[in-house]
């Protein structure tokens, strides 16, 4: 049973010269239950858009199906965005204790929750730490597992690597992997970098530009774990490239 099903979704916005804009046109697309998928189009096509539709912050035009709630989920989300937004006058810890809060987690489960997500992506020794003193990887790493306390059942991925250097996105993309075959969400990942969709994903789906819609599904028949550069992936990359007409 598909645990995410989107069907037929559109979405315009009015510009500031009185225009109309639109976004999405009939997006439609699944994702089953602890699957890894991948959203890859250009940027500025709506990718961001379809996820902040998933997670109820706007409104739209057409279906989303979460856990067969239609529309109304009771699905619990986290939500990784471009930048890790954290508050730079919290401490690491007091970040993610503002979300468990804001998330009603009783008081005195909330600082073993932190410290097992911390723990998860490497930070147990900078809880105390502020986040202008931690590097652009780190503060990556604080994002993913504020967003991971929550212990949702859906983890929304909005290029969360890609303002980092490539080593540094190497790295957290591994480790990103690791994390979901341990904690086993459903992960929603958008992207428009194509080797990144090939390691990642278990299914991509490859999006137009505006207005944006899905013009091909592909499952990535490579087997994990998977090595940057290795011949498959290559391949799998450039018949990608060459199907988004690049």
Request: charged letters at 30%; proline letters at 4%.
């Amino acid at each position: 049973m598909p645990e995410i099903i989107v069907r037929n979704l559109e979405k315009s916005f009015d510009s500031i010269d009185g225009k109309t804009i639109n976004v999405l046109n009939g997006v439609s697309f699944e994702a089953q239950d602890r699957e890894f998928v991948c959203l890859l189009g250009p940027s500025g096509c709506g990718k961001s858009t379809i996820l902040s539709i998933i997670a109820g912050l706007i409104d739209y035009s057409g279906q989303v199906i979460i856990d067969k709630e239609s529309n109304n989920s009771k699905a619990k989300i986290g939500y990784i965005f471009q930048s890790p937004r954290l508050l730079n006058w919290k401490t690491v810890k007091h970040n993610i204790k503002f979300v468990l809060e804001a998330n009603r987690v009783m008081p005195e489960n909330r600082d073993k929750i932190i410290d097992r997500y911390l723990d998860l992506v490497g930070l147990g020794e900078v809880e105390d730490n502020y986040p202008l003193f931690l590097s652009g990887g780190m503060r990556a790493r604080v994002g993913i597992a504020r967003a991971l306390a929550i212990e949702p059942e859906i983890l929304l991925m909005d290029e969360p690597f890609s303002h980092l250097d490539e080593l540094t996105a190497r790295r957290l993309r591994e480790e990103i992997l690791k994390i979901w075959h341990e904690e086993k969400r459903t992960v929603i990942f958008v992207t428009h970098n194509a080797l990144e969709a090939v390691f990642l994903a278990d299914k991509i789906f490859l999006l137009s530009d505006k207005p944006c819609k899905v013009f091909k599904e592909i499952s990535v028949n490579i087997a994990r774990p998977r090595v940057f550069e290795s011949p498959q992936m290559i391949k799998l990359e450039k018949e990608i490239i060459s199907s988004m007409g690049l």
